[in-house]
């Protein structure tokens, strides 16, 4: 795959010549010259920190079986509540994603999904529509490859994302996103933002690149100021009715409900007992003594491969988790997941990792920095093959919280 390339220096066409030849073992033949690009932009073309940061997302991208991830049968929950729609191309191309935030029901859609599958299906999200983004720039021109996103928070609740599981949803998503899918925002329309929206934004902002946050334009409720700047881009006609645009469905609804999920409050019938469900796996009960960490070895040998995943819950209180690797042949020793704290006694803590071959993987259960209380520990960590796609759909199908753990 190669499409439409931006101009740039001669200088800059060097730099990005010496970051492919860099990467080239680890490319693929759909990475083309403009998705290069993105990493070395988002880095300031700094090659060293670009080649950082594609090989942590290709990890990333290996962990969650993008290659396969339309294979994938996502929750009826996301598939149904989760609002968004794409409501055509702007004047250069570019996909426009509408998303009327203020109908999201977080607190029950964390009572249906686990936050590993909250996220995996962002990731079935924006592979679809970087995909799109790519058809576009051949008709379109390079400008097309980014995406202009709208979202509406019209009497948003914010309360729901006060509550932990949801604010960690919520902050390891966006972590998730600038990591894996650099310089892929053009624009971002967030209009009818109520008063306290600026305090969770600030908190959100710190994990966004500045980049990022330059292209984000915030419109207080009330106001209308947005659709100037809004349809200078985008034709009214193509834009839903009930935002002032043009468009309405087949059915003549301006809120273009048969084009797009609208969510709203998720049903209870779809709601899952976590603490109630019944699992095969061989859960082992301990107590993780006070000052001390609970450490268990995985070796992995051979070039078959494997997954090392992960299901535990603390009965009362949090505790620090996190996994390092030691390579056999070279000693050299990686940090896989940072160690960090993990509210794992409000939600089950569940992820896998790809592994590589001849390493020594130590996962860490630390209560070092405990000196009053041991720590209940249920807890079920296992090697299993990754070579076929069914196991690792049966994986995430089982997943009760997330991969990433919350770092202080």
């Given at each position: 795959m190669?499409?439409?390339?931006p101009e740039?220096?001669?200088?800059?066409?060097?730099t990005?010549?010496q970051?492919?030849?860099?990467m080239?073992?680890?490319l693929k033949?759909?990475?083309d010259?403009?998705?290069?690009l993105?990493?070395?932009r988002?880095r300031?073309w700094?090659?060293?920190?670009?080649?950082?940061?594609?090989?942590a997302s290709l990890?990333t991208?290996?962990m969650?079986?993008?290659d396969n991830?339309?294979?994938?049968d996502a929750?009826?929950?996301?598939?149904e509540y989760?609002p968004y729609?794409?409501?055509?191309?702007?004047?250069?191309?570019s996909?426009v994603?509408v998303?009327?935030?203020?109908?999201?029901?977080?607190?029950g859609?964390?009572?249906?999904?686990?936050r590993?599958?909250f996220q995996?299906?962002l990731?079935?999200?924006?592979e679809?529509?970087?995909k799109?983004a790519?058809e576009?720039s051949?008709k379109?021109?390079?400008?097309a490859?980014q995406l202009?996103?709208?979202?509406?928070?019209?009497?948003m609740?914010?309360?729901?994302?006060?509550?932990r599981?949801a604010?960690?949803?919520?902050?390891?998503?966006?972590?998730e996103?600038?990591g894996n899918?650099p310089?892929l925002l053009?624009?971002?329309?967030?209009?009818?933002?109520?008063?306290?929206f600026?305090v969770?934004f600030?908190?959100?902002k710190k994990?966004l690149?500045e980049?990022?946050?330059?292209?984000?334009?915030i419109?207080?409720?009330?106001?209308?100021?947005w659709?100037?700047?809004l349809?200078?881009h985008v034709?009214?006609k193509?834009?839903?009715?009930?935002?002032?645009?043009?468009?309405v469905?087949e059915?003549?609804?301006p809120?273009c409900?048969?084009?797009?999920?609208?969510?709203?409050k998720v049903?209870e019938?779809?709601f899952?007992?976590?603490s109630n469900q019944?699992?095969?796996k061989?859960?082992?009960e301990?107590?993780v003594?006070?000052g001390d960490?609970?450490?268990?070895?995985?070796k992995?040998?051979g070039q078959a491969?494997?997954?090392?995943?992960?299901?535990f819950r603390?009965?009362d209180?949090d505790?620090?988790f996190g996994?390092?690797?030691?390579?056999?042949?070279?000693?050299?020793?990686r940090s896989e997941?940072?160690?960090?704290?993990?509210?794992?006694h409000?939600m089950d803590?569940v992820?896998?990792i790809?592994?590589r071959?001849?390493?020594?993987y130590?996962?860490?259960?630390d209560?070092?920095?405990?000196?009053l209380r041991?720590k209940?520990?249920?807890?079920?960590?296992?090697?299993m093959?990754g070579?076929?796609?069914?196991?690792?759909t049966e994986?995430?199908n089982?997943?009760?919280?997330?991969?990433?753990?919350a770092?202080q």
């Amino acid at each position: 795959m190669s499409g439409p390339m931006p101009e740039i220096s001669v200088e800059q066409r060097k730099t990005l010549e010496q970051f492919r030849e860099l990467m080239s073992d680890e490319l693929k033949d759909t990475h083309d010259d403009y998705f290069l690009l993105r990493w070395l932009r988002a880095r300031k073309w700094n090659i060293e920190a670009a080649e950082k940061m594609l090989k942590a997302s290709l990890k990333t991208r290996a962990m969650w079986n993008v290659d396969n991830i339309e294979k994938w049968d996502a929750p009826q929950a996301l598939r149904e509540y989760l609002p968004y729609g794409i409501m055509g191309y702007d004047n250069e191309g570019s996909p426009v994603i509408v998303c009327p935030f203020h109908t999201f029901d977080m607190w029950g859609m964390l009572h249906c999904v686990t936050r590993f599958e909250f996220q995996k299906y962002l990731v079935l999200i924006l592979e679809r529509l970087t995909k799109l983004a790519y058809e576009q720039s051949l008709k379109h021109g390079w400008k097309a490859r980014q995406l202009v996103v709208f979202f509406d928070c019209e009497s948003m609740n914010l309360k729901q994302f006060a509550w932990r599981p949801a604010a960690e949803c919520v902050i390891s998503s966006v972590k998730e996103y600038e990591g894996n899918f650099p310089e892929l925002l053009k624009r971002c329309y967030i209009i009818n933002a109520p008063k306290l929206f600026s305090v969770a934004f600030n908190i959100v902002k710190k994990f966004l690149d500045e980049n990022t946050t330059s292209k984000i334009h915030i419109y207080k409720t009330g106001s209308d100021k947005w659709q100037q700047q809004l349809f200078a881009h985008v034709d009214p006609k193509n834009f839903p009715k009930c935002w002032g645009g043009q468009l309405v469905d087949e059915h003549g609804d301006p809120q273009c409900r048969s084009m797009m999920v609208w969510g709203g409050k998720v049903p209870e019938s779809l709601f899952v007992d976590q603490s109630n469900q019944e699992s095969d796996k061989d859960f082992t009960e301990t107590h993780v003594p006070k000052g001390d960490k609970l450490k268990i070895d995985f070796k992995v040998n051979g070039q078959a491969e494997q997954l090392l995943s992960w299901n535990f819950r603390t009965l009362d209180h949090d505790i620090k988790f996190g996994i390092y690797s030691v390579d056999a042949k070279t000693g050299e020793k990686r940090s896989e997941i940072p160690l960090g704290t993990v509210h794992s006694h409000e939600m089950d803590e569940v992820g896998c990792i790809s592994t590589r071959p001849n390493t020594t993987y130590t996962v860490v259960f630390d209560n070092s920095a405990s000196y009053l209380r041991s720590k209940r520990l249920r807890y079920w960590v296992d090697l299993m093959s990754g070579e076929e796609e069914e196991g690792i759909t049966e994986l995430t199908n089982q997943m009760e919280s997330t991969q990433i753990v919350a770092q202080q």
